[in-house]
């Protein structure tokens, strides 16, 4: 047997958002010290028409209006499942014939850990590391996706978050709010993340002074070094890691108490 590490916060959300719960059967492999682990969740349903498999990933993209009407749904769950995948460094797939059924698959590489994992005896959460307090997180970020993924782990990390969905909402926020750190997409529109956090840096104390974390897929380094001199104190890379991005929080919140009012 072999033991691997992974986000098992994550790991369920994954299979949860999936449309099909019939089976599942996982699959390892194993190269130096990744194991890849193969999900299949598979039906014998009406299946689905081969114009139509782009479609089932894309946000708010449900397959005509009779399906919408007979099963429901936002068209979410799998574009949710899709950033999931794609944030723990994995990829996802599906195969499906009409009359036949569906396969929806997702392959995630996971690090192997020495010994054996212990059996978990509790719903898996997040938790804080001992000692550090909940924090008050504003999260700067358009992407509506991504605001429900990082809410969600966030909050499961015993923290509460406040959702600004461009740069000016999110110095409003600062500016009337209370925070203990700001996580900014460097990305948005109206105003970037870079533009947001020279305008946070540029308010009166004590509010300029808060941490500022840019979430950001750029890895050019005169991009990095462009983010930093605007004022953010630290830079964590998307597809989001989660341990790296609490390691960070408890990293630059440290001694604070909290700014603002």
């Known amino acids: 047997m072999i033991a691997v590490k992974g986000d098992v916060a994550t790991l369920p959300l994954t299979v949860a958002t999936l449309p099909l719960t ?9 190269k130096g010290d990744v194991a890849t682990v193969l999900v299949e969740v598979e039906d014998t349903g009406m299946g689905i028409a081969a ?10 993209s449900q397959l005509g209006t009779s399906t919408s009407r007979r099963f429901g749904g936002t068209g979410l769950g799998l574009a949710i499942t899709k950033r999931l995948v794609e944030m723990m460094g994995g990829t996802i797939g599906v195969d499906s014939r009409l009359g036949e059924g569906t396969r929806f698959w997702f392959a995630l590489p996971l690090r192997k850990v020495a010994g054996r994992v212990p059996p978990r005896t509790e719903k898996a959460s997040v938790a804080l590391p001992k000692g550090r ?3 008050r997180i504003l999260v700067a970020e358009d992407n509506r996706i991504n605001q429900m993924l990082v809410r969600a782990m966030l909050q499961k990390a015993g923290h509460t978050v406040v959702i600004a969905g461009n740069g000016r909402i999110a110095v409003a926020e600062v500016e009337g709010g209370t925070f203990d750190v700001i996580l900014m997409d460097m990305q948005m529109p109206e105003m970037d ?6 305008a946070i840096r540029a308010l009166p104390p004590p509010r300029n002074r808060l941490p500022i974390l840019a979430l950001t897929a750029d890895a050019m380094v005169e991009h990095r070094e462009r983010y930093l001199a605007a004022g953010v104190d630290d830079l964590v890379p998307k597809p989001i890691d989660w341990e790296i991005l609490l390691a960070a929080l408890e990293t630059h919140t440290a001694d604070d108490v909290g700014q603002g009012d």
Do not use: I, N, Y
Request: net charge neutral.
């Open 22 to 30: 019939v089976a599942t059967s996982p699959l390892t492999a194993v």
């Open 51 to 60: 114009d139509q498999l782009p479609l089932l990933f894309k946000p708010f």
């Open 133 to 135: 307090r909940s924090l």
């Open 193 to 198: 993340g870079e533009e947001a956090t020279r």
